[in-house]
């Protein structure tokens, strides 16, 4: 880690990514007090996480995907039991906040089990719940999606939301899933090789994109169409796809000339799917892609 | 005040206990064999006993109180603190990144993890001894020599345990099973069992002033029995036993702090 620096007001959603080895869960572990930065400085809700560890675990809650804080061998209710000891929270509050989670993530079913029985996507449910017991002001998620099913995912996602939209409170994820991420989160933090490359919007990223992709469904079957300011055709049956720059030319002139020669049925335009776009800044940096862009 | 302090500390046992008792029947085995095994250990006392009467010029009962006040110590050591076995393991699957972002100190979750309730028949094995012993010791008791005996119930376990701890502690950097540690362990118990007049030279002066195996249960029965230190120490050293634990407490919570300082951690 080389460094990185970022501030997260209260109350933000910022995902944090990076391809494999990039640093990512190095960070997630100084700031939540597992591991001394060698140099440097983090503060989190305006504490040391290392030297003020205990003090600190009280105001934030960790998920990781690969680690569990549930005791295996006791029934899920129990785990949760016991952190409320473990964190102190009030019973009213426990019961009111269990209450509300066992209803978004739907844990009924399964809250008399023990944890070894349950399948990967109710775990991962009931970490997310024994991570929020205490109502942390300060939630970090280490690939808390990993694995999951579809179901299990949207809730968890949705469930972070609401937590955000309600108490407010601040969200960093780490994920390799930029779906989760452009749906989550509206910040986002990428990291490489250690270095921070880039700390903005998501939508900036794909603004940064210029390349876009006409899918044109013809009334009958064409060989690919020759148009101006096309960079691409590939055409399969009686679907085409017209890969041009946005900047070069607007998609509306394009469709104007597609229908001039052929009888367009159905079309969209699509942008470069957000995964490859970040693909593509980790081999070329910021900077290839702005240049690609301009 | 006290008690709500020790609430957090109290439910991460009964968690631990009740993990244990999840699976019966494997609950029960273990200890019906640990009580086997323990039942074993003491035929092998028995004859090693029946064929040496005095050792290094103590008693059989002599020798029996020592043994005893060791295993005990042992015993309870291992109740308490035999949870350091899985260590290791915590450290190499990662688990110790979980005990760290809990607002619980994190030696005490290990040692939580597992309260080993089943180990009690070292310790039952162990004042059976102790029992047998003191009825046949030839010694005026007095309170002095009474307390110094109970005493070593608590700084036994603490001297014993502070040592297991720091043992352990060199996992924090190699991350390796933690076997070196079993010499401290095991290799203690083997040690405390006997006047550490027997050993060689070193060893007993490394039991006695390196690493403070010589206060779990020796000094300790010096003072009881009324005998000078072979060693030359002043006659006072005994008493010194409640001040050498809590030294070793210290020491041991400060070596396990540096290696939290030092942990890697594993893994993504």
């Known amino acids: ?294 | 005040m006290a008690s709500t302090a020790a609430r957090p500390h109290l439910w991460l046992l009964r968690a631990s206990l009740r993990a244990q008792v999840a699976y019966r029947l494997s609950f029960a085995l273990l200890t019906v064999t640990a009580a086997l095994a323990t039942f074993m250990d003491f035929l092998v006392i028995g004859a090693i006993f029946t064929h040496l009467p005095r050792l290094a010029g103590w008693s059989l009962p002599e020798i029996g109180l020592l043994y005893g006040i060791a295993g005990v110590a042992f015993g309870i050591t291992d109740i308490c603190v035999g949870a350091l076995d899985a260590f290791p393991q915590i450290i190499r699957d990662g688990g110790f990144d979980v005990l760290l972002v809990r607002p619980v100190g994190t030696l005490y979750q290990v040692l939580a993890r597992e309260f080993a309730m089943r180990r009690f028949g070292k310790v039952a094995q162990a004042g059976a001894i102790l029992a047998y012993s003191i009825a046949h010791l030839h010694v005026t008791w007095s309170a002095p020599k009474v307390a110094m005996l109970a005493s070593t119930l608590v700084t036994g376990p603490l001297i014993f345990g502070s040592v297991w701890v720091m043992a352990m502690t060199h996992v924090f950097w190699t991350v390796d099973t933690g076997e070196v540690a079993n010499a401290f362990t095991y290799g203690g118990s083997f040690l405390t069992s006997y006047p550490i007049n027997v050993f060689a030279g070193w060893l007993r002066d490394l039991l006695a002033f390196v690493i403070p195996m010589a206060f779990v249960a020796y000094y300790p029965v010096l003072l009881v029995l009324g005998r000078p230190d072979p060693v030359g120490l002043p006659s006072f050293t005994p008493l010194l036993t409640p001040a050498v634990a809590a030294g070793v407490v210290v020491l041991a919570a400060a070596v396990w702090r540096t290696g939290v300082r030092h942990y890697r951690g594993t893994g993504s």
């Open chain 1, 1 to 294: 880690m080389d460094a990185i620096t970022f501030t997260v007001q209260p109350g933000e959603m910022v995902g944090y990514i990076g391809p494999n080895g990039a640093g990512k869960s190095t960070t997630v572990k100084m700031l939540t007090g597992i591991l001394y930065p060698s140099s440097g400085t983090v503060r989190v809700a305006g504490q040391d996480p290392a030297r003020e560890r205990v003090a600190l675990a009280r105001r934030i809650g960790v998920v990781f995907g690969q680690r569990r804080q549930l005791w295996w061998d006791l029934p899920l209710r129990d785990s949760f039991d016991i952190l409320r000891h473990v964190y102190r929270v009030p019973l009213p509050r426990f019961q009111r906040n269990l209450a509300t989670f066992v209803d978004l993530l739907d844990l009924g079913p399964f809250l008399g089990t023990p944890v070894r029985q349950l399948s990967l996507g109710q775990v991962m449910r009931g970490e997310l719940t024994a991570a929020l017991l205490h109502d942390p002001e300060v939630v970090f998620l280490d690939e808390p999606t990993i694995g999951l099913d579809v179901e299990s995912k949207g809730r968890a996602l949705d469930f972070l939301a609401a937590l955000n939209r309600e108490r407010g409170t601040t969200v960093l994820m780490t994920t390799h899933d930029l779906a989760d991420l452009e749906r989550l989160c509206p910040r986002m933090l990428i990291i490489d090789q250690g270095r921070l490359i880039f700390d903005g919007p998501v939508a900036q990223i794909r603004e940064c994109d210029a390349e876009r992709t006409l899918v044109v469904d013809l009334e009958a079957p064409q060989p690919p169409l020759a148009v101006a300011g096309v960079e691409e055709v590939r055409a399969v049956g009686r679907r085409q796809w017209l890969r041009f720059r946005r900047n070069r030319v607007s998609a509306a002139a394009l469709i104007a000339q597609v229908a001039a020669v052929a009888p367009i049925v159905d079309l969209a335009v699509e942008g470069t799917p957000i995964e490859e776009i970040v693909r593509r800044i980790y081999r070329e940096g910021m900077d290839g892609l702005r240049s690609a862009a301009g």
